[in-house]
């Protein structure tokens, strides 16, 4: 007999959600990691990069303050040290607390690289473990941007920015996508002046081209400037910093930067052993399995989209799926955000996608130039958009773009889960004066009776 039924290889957050559900269910789970305890997100990316989001929405609502009536006595400073010490001190409670968390559940841990040894084994250093199912859950690794002077010593990933003692002045990001975005206007909230260089129409690619417009209209000003249709062709070292050689809507550009920052990544999967049991990458059916009998996988190392939450859902549906159950995970119920100020965020389909899959589309919006609560916060640039199927009303996709964007997309996901109608939302009574009350109305603008908005 098997010494577990499951050992996960990676503590990130899907391999830990995966070990903690097969051990509700009965299970004997062990959990082996080379490195820190929650993975990249908790340690390296989401946590620290929203802790700084976090620091820089404040900074705004502090220089706002005299707006309402709060005299403020200075404009305010960064503090570097002070801010890098906090984010350090809170990953570190966090990568502690995933450790309590599995040892709570009674899972065992094992510090090392776990590598496949053949059909139910992984060998970690010289202890061989053995098990009925395997999980990988590995992650993934940086990847320099393939382009010339891409490996020059100012090109760095996100990590390596973020792990500097001092921030630069001049940054160019590489990519439009939402990490790009938040950490472009954290940094000029530091004083710094940041470039965007996304090669796609808008940022945030392949979002609702309503809502990625309007994001890029109201963050496109002062020290951040976004070049779309942009793309570097080359980067070359310049006195401390780098020139780089753009080609933006087929012109060529000279750009002089201190750093070029980068976040392209891909599948870990070197020194993994999948030759052991046959598999070459590891692809998964919506059971989250392999290929290989016994063998399942979630997250980045997928070559999914790198969400955390994605991750953790896949995690919860192999770990039952472990212990005999046949669970599928519904991708189009999975949230997309970017903490920008303001923030954005969506689920489902947009209306392009929708149409591409040739639904007869009915759309609703509510602006948030009519939201109370927009209006108070001094964030009304936004809009709630709802995409739904015209004939059964049913609604295929939610995308925001308001303050607290990424807490009210939870309602969307629900309605799409449940697969419901414009009906649903049109008539469900939200809290007055609040941000998401603009979900309904926007429902019942797709339904030709908006109540808050001017004919």
Not at 62 to 75: E, Y
Not at 142 to 169: C, H, M, S, Y
Not at 282 to 306: I, P
Request: contains cysteine; hydrophobic residues 40%.
């Amino acid at each position: 007999m098997a010494e577990y039924d499951l050992i996960v290889v990676g503590a990130g957050p899907g391999g830990v959600a995966a070990a903690i559900r097969a051990s509700q269910l009965g299970g004997k789970v062990a959990v082996v990691e080379p490195d820190k305890w929650g993975g990249l997100c908790l340690n390296r990316a989401c946590i620290p990069t929203k802790y700084l989001s976090t620091a820089q929405e404040r900074m705004a609502e502090f220089k706002a303050a005299p707006n309402q009536g709060f005299k403020a006595d200075s404009q305010g400073s960064f503090d570097q040290a002070s801010l890098w010490t906090q984010k350090s001190e809170l990953t570190e409670y966090f990568s502690m607390g995933t450790q309590g968390l599995l040892a709570s559940n009674g899972i065992t841990m094992v510090a090392g690289e776990g590598r496949l040894a053949g059909p139910g084994r992984v060998a970690v250093g010289n202890e061989v473990l053995e098990g009925d199912s395997i999980l990988i859950s590995s992650g993934n690794k940086w990847v320099r941007p393939d382009i010339e002077g891409g490996d020059l010593d100012k090109v760095l990933n996100t990590t390596e920015f973020l792990a500097q003692d001092k921030l630069p002045q001049k940054v160019l990001f590489l990519g439009g996508g939402p990490w790009q975005l938040e950490l472009a206007q954290f940094f000029v909230a530091t004083g710094g002046e940041a470039f965007v260089v996304e090669e796609a129409r808008n940022v945030l690619p392949g979002e609702d081209s309503d809502i990625s417009q309007r994001l890029r209209s109201i963050i496109n000003q002062g020290p951040l400037q976004i070049l779309n249709q942009a793309k570097v062709v080359s980067l070359a070292a310049k006195g401390a910093g780098l020139e780089a050689k753009l080609e933006v809507k087929g012109e060529t550009q000279i750009l002089d930067c201190d750093q070029v920052v980068y976040l392209s990544r891909e599948p870990a999967l070197e020194g993994l052993g999948l030759d052991t049991v046959g598999l070459s990458d590891l692809t998964v059916d919506e059971c989250q399995k392999t290929k290989a009998s016994g063998v399942f996988a979630v997250g980045d190392v997928t070559g999914v989209d790198g969400w955390s939450h994605l991750s953790s859902a896949q995690g919860i549906v192999a770990g039952e799926n472990v212990m005999g159950g046949s669970m599928k995970l519904n991708p189009n119920a999975i949230p997309r955000m970017c903490f920008t100020r303001p923030q954005a965020a969506s689920v489902g389909l947009t209306e392009e996608q929708a149409e591409d899959l040739d639904y007869d589309v009915i759309t609703g919006e509510a602006p948030m130039g009519v939201s109370p609560m927009a209006m108070i916060q001094g964030q009304s640039n936004g809009v709630f958009k709802v995409v739904a199927e015209e004939k059964y009303g049913e609604v295929l996709g939610v995308h925001i773009l308001a303050p607290m964007a990424t807490e009210i997309i939870g309602a969307a996901v629900l309605a799409i889960q449940m697969e419901a109608t414009l009906e649903d939302l049109a008539r469900a009574c939200f809290a007055h004066p609040t941000i998401a009350e603009s979900l309904a109305d926007a429902a019942r603008d797709a339904l030709g009776w908006a109540i808050y908005q001017p004919k």
